[in-house]
């Protein structure tokens, strides 16, 4: 009797915590038409009833005032909750107005933000607001007589709620109601009066020390803005951009960024052009376009005025070899091949390796498999080799004894080669009694197929390395699509990869490293992106950075897709 007491005593308990928390939402408010509400962004992971008990409502309480939440909540969903219905005490709708001037890079959407107010709100008293603003404009601000203008009271928020603003994706209203993400500028290729230099949207600084200087970063890339019609590379190009910007959007409240994009114009002369502006010795990080006499020439000047130059479309460029500000993304091939076969000789220990030779076609891939096998001689592992000619037969592979484990390993990564062996390899296959025993291992190049030949990949448990992740679904990455379209109107463009995702990825790290650096950007700061991940290295440990990092894609046999960085 005394527990069933104690039990009921308990549960009474968390009733009275419920409703005290319920009754004061310690959340973050927005006004929307007029009205005030408190919001929650969903954590990945999170479900109705993780979020029920970690802002003490109940499931019907998250229902009444989100009834698109009763079919489950997703990772940065937004749930809105009424002030009106929540708050303990009376509240002020009283107003006064306030002067603000506009500094150096900020924008409507980082004075909003600021002030905790709409842009309906900021426009209805700045009606010149509408088609932006510029530095020394003296704005009138709204502000409720009871509000807390951020950045002022609210200097001491601890770390984690600075985390949790830096994955917040921004909630707007469209003029009929519905809720819709801010939208970032666009670059209009053709009917907007273009410039040579593109402002993106800059966020003021979170950072209430003043002597922290903004991070200048410089987008130089072949926009092709001259073009009535751009080619597929420029438009690839601008879509890269337009991830910065989305990226820029899910930083942290005032991050402390300025953003100037350059069109290259594919053009030597234009870059020497572009570099003698006065504004560009202020830069602190500078993204070369993919041509390597620019990239030489740019990393001059970064060492002549001591800025990082990053560098995510030149796999070939070895400036990082010599010069200590060079940012490499692409891991370099050799890299690359030491990182695979150390997957390799780990992941197939208790596999004997085959590899596959066709005689009548070119072996692409030798060099790697030449270096495989140097690795597994080294070591006294055994391996076997077959060739055949133009299609592997069932002679061809008689020998193989169907109760031992087989991993296939082909020396070429075309598709029409593939498909010459991959008839044979499932009908080995089904022919084992232990459907594990036989696997394929690869390359890149196959993330790009699609199809029957990838069905294929997924019976055979094949694995791949790869720069990048593709081909992997995430709850983060059906979010950036549906965000990058509800900004752009328009899907990312099918390539490998995808330029907005790597954009993405890339302006991630850096805000994530000058968050975790206290304003300062370090290169090595580790970043694991939707698409990317960063792991910066010295090279010797005194020239440039190079990144580290390769991922192993795994077509498994249930046909799902799963990505290993390593």
């Known amino acids: 009797m005394d527990r069933l ?8 308990l968390l009733v009275c915590i419920a409703t005290s928390i319920a009754n004061s939402l310690d959340l973050p408010t927005k006004s929307i038409r007029g009205k005030d509400y408190y919001y929650y962004q969903v954590q990945p992971k999170e479900t109705i009833y993780t979020v029920s008990h970690k802002l003490g409502l109940s499931k019907q309480d998250i229902l009444k005032f989100n009834p698109s939440a009763i079919d489950g909540v997703r990772a940065y969903d937004t749930l809105y909750f009424p002030v009106s219905e929540f708050s303990d005490g009376e509240s002020s709708d009283a107003v006064e107005l306030i002067s603000h001037e506009v500094k150096r890079g900020e924008t409507v959407y980082g004075i909003c933000r600021k002030y905790n107010i709409s842009t309906q709100e900021l426009v209805k008293h700045n009606p010149s607001a509408k088609d932006g603003v510029k530095r020394g404009d003296v704005l009138s601000i709204p502000v409720k007589l009871t509000a807390t203008v951020k950045g002022e009271s609210n200097q001491n928020n601890d770390d984690a709620d600075k985390k949790s603003q830096r994955t917040q994706l921004i909630a707007d209203l469209e003029s009929d109601g519905g809720l819709n993400r801010v939208k970032p500028p666009q670059i209009d290729h053709v009917n907007a009066v273009v410039e040579e230099i593109i402002e993106a949207e800059s966020i003021d600084s979170i950072y209430t020390n003043d002597s922290i200087s903004p991070l200048d970063i410089a987008v130089m890339l072949p926009f092709m803005l001259d073009d009535a019609k751009p080619g597929r590379q420029a438009q690839l190009f601008t879509e890269f951009y337009k991830g910065l910007l989305v990226a820029l959007n899910n930083a942290p409240e005032n991050a402390p960024i300025n953003i100037k994009a350059y069109d290259t114009a594919d053009s030597l002369a234009r870059v020497k052009t572009l570099l003698e502006q006065d504004d560009m010795a202020q830069m602190d990080i500078i993204i070369t376009p993919n041509n390597s006499q620019q990239i030489n020439l740019i990393a001059q000047f970064c060492k002549e005025n001591d800025c990082y130059l990053l560098n995510a479309f030149d796999v070939k460029n070895n400036c990082y070899e010599t010069d200590s500000n060079v940012l490499q993304t692409l891991i370099p091939q050799q890299q690359m091949y030491d990182k695979a076969i150390d997957f390799f000789i780990s992941e197939y220990a208790n596999y004997t390796p085959v590899f596959l030779k066709n005689l009548e076609k070119v072996s692409d891939k030798a060099q790697f498999v030449k270096q495989l096998k140097s690795r597994l001689d080294a070591e006294n592992r055994k391996y076997r080799e077959i060739n055949y000619n133009d299609v592997l037969t069932a002679e061809n592979i008689a020998r193989l004894d169907s109760t031992k484990s087989y991993v296939f390993v082909p020396l070429s990564a075309s598709r029409s080669d593939l498909s010459d062996i991959m008839y044979m390899l499932n009908a080995f296959h089904e022919s084992c009694p232990d459907s594990s025993s036989v696997r394929l291992f ?3 190049e196959w993330v790009t197929f699609q199809g ?20 992997v679904e995430s709850p983060v990455k059906e979010e950036l699509d549906r965000e990058f379209e509800r900004w752009y109107g328009e899907k990312m463009m099918q390539a490998i990869p995808q330029q907005g995702l790597l954009g993405y990825d890339i302006m991630m790290y850096i805000i994530n490293s000058i968050y975790e650096n206290d304003g300062n950007f370090v ?31 795994n077509y498994q046999p249930d046909g799902g897709t799963v990505a290993i960085k390593n």
């Open 5 to 12: 007491r104690w039990f009921w005593s308990y549960i009474l």
């Open 442 to 444: 690869g390359y890149p």
């Open 523 to 553: 290169p090595e700061n580790k970043y694991e992106g939707v698409q990317d991940s960063f792991y910066f290295e010295h090279i010797n440990g005194v020239a440039g950075y190079c990144n580290n990092v390769i991922y192993i894609i």
């Open 452 to 471: 029957a030949i990838k069905e294929k990949l997924h019976k055979l448990n094949t694995s791949i390395y790869s720069r990048f992740s593709y081909g």
